[in-house]
């Protein structure tokens, strides 16, 4: 008689993958995960121009409080154009400029950490900072721009460490020292300035009658 070999039960048998299809299975359940936050992230991009729109229609201490306060609003990629406006602003009007900066920076502090991600959060106000900063160096006032540039720095040091970030920060930096430099020398050259002006000749006087 032929000899039978017993089947193996299903309970035993082991199965083999690829390590391609393995690691596919493991993109496949990862870009599940993330495709919530993906299409969110679309979503935003995509009316972010429209809630630009609406929100500078308000004056401005109205804008904070629906930045603040208003779920719509919350929205990572306005905090962008905000800021994109803010720099443009800040050539003829450096007020409104920082004005739109620190309103950025409202917006920005609103957002949910835990569905952003606190290193992205920290480079957003990172950025806010340093459109400030310039907007304050263009208006002279040179302290301040260098407090915002400090808080910059510090907030893009608990960021993702983004290069072309602090190559930025590092040019704004760069005028800012310029023009504390120009400052100085306009400051130096004044009494000079004064004391080369010949002195004034008496007024004549009316004679008397």
């Not at 704004?172 to 023009?179: E, H, I, S, Y």
Request: with cysteine.
């Amino acid at each position: 008689m032929p000899r039978t070999h017993p089947k193996p039960e299903s309970g035993g048998l082991l199965f083999w993958c690829s390590p391609e299809v393995t690691a596919s299975r493991a993109v496949d359940r990862v870009l599940t995960a993330f495709l919530p936050r993906i299409q969110a992230a679309a979503r935003e991009r995509d009316e972010a121009p429209g809630l630009l729109s609406e929100l500078l229609r308000h004056p401005p201490e109205r804008r904070e409080l629906l930045v603040r306060n208003s779920q719509r609003f919350r929205n990572l990629p306005l905090s962008g154009l905000l800021l994109q406006q803010g720099g443009r602003s800040s050539v003829d009007d450096p007020w409104e400029g920082e004005r739109l900066a620190m309103l950025a920076l409202a917006l920005v502090e609103s957002l949910d950490p835990s569905w952003y991600g606190e290193q992205v959060l920290a480079d957003a106000r990172g950025r806010c900072w340093m459109i400030a900063g310039n907007a304050r160096g263009i208006a002279a006032n040179l302290r301040g721009a260098g407090q915002a540039f400090r808080q910059a720095a510090a907030d893009l040091g608990r960021g993702t460490g983004d290069l072309l970030e602090q190559a930025q920060l590092r040019t704004l930096k760069a005028g800012l020292r310029r023009r504390v430099r120009r400052s100085r020398r306009l400051s130096l050259s004044a009494p000079r300035r004064r004391a080369a002006r010949p002195p004034r000749p008496p007024a004549a006087r009316t004679p008397r009658r």
